[in-house]
């Protein structure tokens, strides 16, 4: 049986494609697309924040673009903004923006301190925080030389060109420990003076404890006043406590201390010491002054200056010696005696030292000579 073949028209048409499903009505909802844009942009925004986290960081952390060390003075009462200014003037750091944010986000805003820094080449801006956190500022440094006077140590002070302000409170004489004392730029002369006396008050206290029994001193004033003529009659060390054991010994058998510094204080005061004296004058001796202990017996009524640490010590813990005189031996120490004909003797062969010496001085164009006790 044969097929009809079927006409072009009833040809085999292929299947018809689904439809597309038809759009969700939340897709095309305006609040499901602001959400949308709201969510993308919150991505792109932490992206940025992160990105410029990261670039902040690392610029913070860089080394800076500080070619040579140098130095940058903060003035006292200067905000952040003020600062990083500075910063950036004196190219410490190159961007002032960053550096402010970076001290912010460690929240050392407020902690910033004023002073004089010196900062090395190539600082990073994190170092340069820390430096004006921790207030590692420039530290400066006076001393005043152990036996000075009040009024020595006064022009010290008021001659420094870091320190600033007049001295309003001036102690009286062996108030203060002669010592090195270190500043930062901005301190004033009376902060370093307050910081003597209070050293001083301090270490008199306790050397006043720890003192010998049995000595002929009434009170730490007189402890001082007896170590600051200790202090001018020596500058040995290995002859201080010696020299105190001298001057006990006199005040305890009620002889006078014969000390000749304390004749050059009665006579000229806190200036005795800025002098060129090499002698004292048979009339300088002969003057009558409450400090001449040639002519008092016990102790001057004060210190003939500011005795340091080892006078003190000295004085306090003496040594245990009959010696009752001293006399310069030529070679800057001294020669002791318990008796006064061996004193004599001692006093004798300095005579001839001192005219050996005064010759030769003579010779030289200069004038120098000592005295002895």
């Not at 050293?199 to 600051?228: F, M």
């Not at 202090?231 to 406590?241: C, G, Q």
């Not at 004599?344 to 050996?356: D, G, L, P």
């Amino acid at each position: 049986m044969r097929i009809k073949p079927k006409s072009p028209r009833e040809a085999i048409q292929p299947d018809r494609a689904p439809e597309p499903p038809a759009r969700s009505r939340h897709a095309r909802n305006p609040i499901v697309i602001l959400i949308n844009l709201v969510l993308s942009s919150a991505v792109l925004a932490v992206l940025a924040i992160g990105a410029g986290l990261y670039w902040g960081k690392a610029e913070f952390e860089a080394p800076g673009p500080l070619k040579t060390d140098t130095t940058v003075i903060i003035a006292s009462g200067s905000g952040l903004s003020i600062i990083s200014d500075t910063l950036e003037a004196n190219d410490v750091i190159d961007n002032a923006w960053v550096f402010s944010l970076g001290v912010r986000a460690y929240k050392n805003a407020g902690r910033l301190k004023a002073g004089e820094y010196a900062f090395t080449a190539g600082t990073s801006m994190r170092q340069v925080m820390t430096d004006l956190v921790e207030g590692n500022a420039v530290t400066h440094a006076v001393t005043v030389p152990e036996g000075w006077t009040v009024a020595q140590t006064v022009a010290r002070l008021r001659e420094n060109p870091i320190l600033v302000g007049d001295l309003t409170d001036i102690p009286p004489e062996g108030a203060i420990l002669p010592e090195t004392y270190t500043f930062t730029r901005g301190t004033s002369r009376q902060q370093i003076l307050d910081q003597m006396k209070a050293a001083q008050e301090k270490l008199l206290g306790e050397i006043w404890q720890r003192r010998s029994e049995g000595l002929p001193i009434e009170t730490p004033e007189q402890l001082v006043i007896l170590a600051s003529i200790v202090e001018k009659e020596t500058a040995r060390a290995d002859e201080r406590t010696r020299v105190a054991g001298v001057f006990v010994n006199r005040l305890n058998r009620n002889m006078p201390l014969q000390s000749d510094p304390t004749i050059l204080y009665g006579l000229y005061g806190g200036e005795a010491w800025t002098r060129d004296r090499s002698a004292i004058t048979r009339s300088e001796l002969d003057r009558q002054t409450p400090y001449n202990t040639y002519q008092i017996r016990g102790l001057p009524p004060g210190p003939i200056g500011n005795p340091g640490r080892a006078a003190m010590e000295a004085v306090a813990n003496p040594s245990r010696t009959k010696d009752l005189y001293f006399v310069a031996d030529g070679t800057g120490g001294h020669v002791f005696a318990e008796t006064y004909e061996q004193h004599q003797a001692n006093v004798r062969k300095w005579r001839e030292i001192e005219r050996t010496l005064r010759e030769a001085e003579r010779a030289n164009g200069n004038g120098a000579a000592a005295t002895a006790n």
